[in-house]
């Protein structure tokens, strides 16, 4: 990848969107690209629409601001779909990643996007049966590398486990727990 | 040297922990930043040798800070916003007492209406203490100012507190790849402190805080005017010794494609960063046009500015807050000041923008190079700009 990529992470407070961008940024710095990570904060509340922001690129970043027309958006709530112009000012030929049990084809006629925009795998389902509960921010960063393609799969995988093991240094089952969960997001995310 | 993601809080505070102070004072106000809870951390695992004191409010913060700082110690403390408000009267104290404190503040808003993001009201708001204020675009930026601040402030003839600012939430909490130095390589670069006066020097005892009405206050004043001259000339010497160290070099301000520009924008913090990228844009269209980050508030660059600006047609002042004076931002204020009079004076033009945290992105900042490129060609254009409010 040479360009400047830009995704926006929409979920609800709790959910991981922020760590999520978070993640997708330390992985990317070690493998020597320039990054942003940055969630938009507003009032924190559990439940309520929250954005976060990633930045990569080779070439230097000196951009400050909110992202204005992204590349990739990532829902991880389907119930934001009716709450929340989630494709506000994508990109002309961007995509879009949702967390939802529905296929891309009826997912992609709400939001109303040309075919071969709409990605959508059910990461609840996921992060349910492999970490015991509904957390599909990990998940979807496994879809979302599966479906840009900005970093490739098996380097991604080993990066983001040793920020797991660092990150949960004693608790190997939820490192596991969460590389199996954006494994199998990454073959079950799906697209038309 | 090595490269790491950090947030601009967590690359302030492991600064902080290369640095090493002997002292660190700190109270959680609302909204107080993450530097001083990571560096806490750091205390309690043993990785720094500070005294950690923990006080009642930002007031007492910046008191507990002169108190060490007047006993010989390297001091330190962190705020923002409101805790910056609360510390103004004891401020003034710490630049006049001459001591060497080092601050980074997390430039956010002063309620009401309460409001936790980035605009620079609160440093603003300390501008006449007396404080010298860098400012810092981005995370590497802040990070490399706090540790130039140490050298800074302990330089001779300078002994004045450093304030470091960088934008709230847009920076202190924004993940970016910084190179950070090696521990013994800060240390080597900052050296030990040696205070030439401390309270706790009971050979050589002297007095701090003393009172001094008609007959000495004004002189202790005039002598904080002589300080700032010598910070002026100890800034690009540490920077230089800084760029050695690093490869990064730190002037006053930083020009970006300045050369024949007709139309240059001046400002402060991250959003030079973004106009970075309008100005690539406006030049691929053939337009003439330029950027001044502006890193050194106080003391006021202001024979720099007056050449750098000379003989440039239009220049376009960035402030991201107000003085309610009815005549522009602080920034404006003093560039007329440093311009009026002089030969080839360039149109001066005000844009406050982004009170509050309000985005200001490259589309915005295109908008605002057209404004003052059409006020190049003729056209009309205030001379006071609210740039992006409702009205």
Redesign the interface.
Known sequence: MTELVEIRWHGRGGQGSKTASLLLGKVASDLGLNVQAFPEYGPERMGAPVLAFNRISEDKLTLHCQIEEPDFIVVLDPTLLDTVDVTENLAPDGKVIVNTQDEPEKCRKELQLQPGQVYTVDANRISNEELGRVLPNTPMLGALIKVTGIIPMEVFLKNIEEEFSTKFSSRQEVVQGNMKAIKRAAQEVKGE | MK???LTGNEAVSLAMKQINPDVVAAYPITPQTEIVQMFSQYVADGQVDTEFITVESEHSAMSASIGASASGARAMTATSANGLALMWEVMYIAASSRLPIIMPVVNRALSAPIN??CDHSDAMGARDSGWIQLFS??SQEAYDNVIQAIRIAESANVLLPVMVNL?G???S?????IDVLDDEKVQDFIGSYTADYSLLDKDNPITFGPLALQDYYFEAKRQQVEAMKYAHKAIPEVAREYEKLTGRGYGYFTPYRMEDAEVVIIGLG??M??A??AVDELRKEGNKVGLLKLRVFRPFPKEELARMLAGIPVVGVMDRADTFSGNGGPLFADLNTVLYGGEERPELYNFIYGLGGR?????NLMEIYRYLLNARDGQTLNRVNYFGVRE
């Open positions: 490269r790491v993601a936790i993001h675009e981005n934008d939430f847009i920076i909490h924004a993940v970016e790849n991250s959003t960063g973004t970075q990228v985005d200001i992105n490259v589309s």
